[in-house]
């Protein structure tokens, strides 16, 4: 089996409800499977580390870059960017650039935000920047997928998104645009070994 990075951070449980729906479309497509990871939180102004919950996924580690087919990364919206504890693991890939560890290799994004227009497009648009650093291969969602044509809630062509507010519940629309994203950067990354095999 080959496995796909579900990367996140979660303050709420609204993103993290997400990666496991991104998981379940991962897993849709023969061959693959899901490894979920989470991101580290950053100490507040005194130096504490706010508690992990008891069923919280494992955190990142080097190794999740090196050995996954591509990247699922998800950060909630803060005033229309990623979360500083996304940004700050992001700015911790440097060795992995240098490798070229990511390259090649498809990723998608998603995010949740407490309003509908809190900034869903510009956080995904921004967390593609990094990934084209590396030299990943951006997936989103095409307007195939009909969810995202009479979505009143979440869901984008760039990723995708979740509207929270409240904490509300992931929509049927979201949910299914989630699965579909997952299944995308699955699919991408079974054709690109498939064809890296063949070419041997």
């Known amino acids: 089996m080959s496995e796909i990075l579900i990367l996140y ?3 709420y449980g609204a993103t993290a409800r997400m990666a496991h729906q ?3 479309g991962v897993e849709q497509v023969p061959g693959m499977q899901a490894r979920i990871r989470r991101i580290a939180d950053l100490p507040d102004p005194a130096g504490k580390l706010p508690p ?8 990142v580690r080097p190794e ?6 591509g990247l699922l990364l998800g950060s909630p919206t803060y005033f229309g960017g990623m979360a500083a504890a996304v940004k700050h693991m ?3 890939t ?6 070229g560890h990511l390259t090649g290799k498809p990723a998608g994004v998603f ?3 407490g309003s509908m227009h809190g900034g869903q497009e510009t956080i995904l648009l921004s967390m593609m920047v990094p990934l084209l650093h590396h030299g990943m291969l951006l997936v989103g969602i095409p307007y195939s997928e009909q969810a995202l044509t009479h979505t009143q809630t979440g869901g984008t062509p760039y990723g995708a998104s979740h509207t929270a507010g409240h904490n509300r519940p992931l929509s049927a629309e979201e949910r299914s645009l989630t699965q579909a994203l997952g299944a995308r950067v699955a699919q ?8 890296r095999a063949e070419a041997v």
Not at 52 to 59: C, F, G, I, V
Not at 94 to 99: D, G, N, Q, V, Y
Request: proline share 8%; hydrophobic share 35%.
């Open 90 to 92: 992001l700015d911790d």
């Open 9 to 11: 951070y979660s303050r």
């Open 111 to 113: 995010t949740s935000t």
């Open 52 to 59: 992990e919950p008891d069923d919280a996924p494992p955190l």
């Open 188 to 195: 991408v990354a079974a054709d690109l070994l498939r064809g």
């Open 22 to 24: 991104a998981a379940r």
């Open 94 to 99: 440097s060795r992995h650039w240098f490798k």
């Open 64 to 69: 999740d870059f090196e050995q996954c087919a």
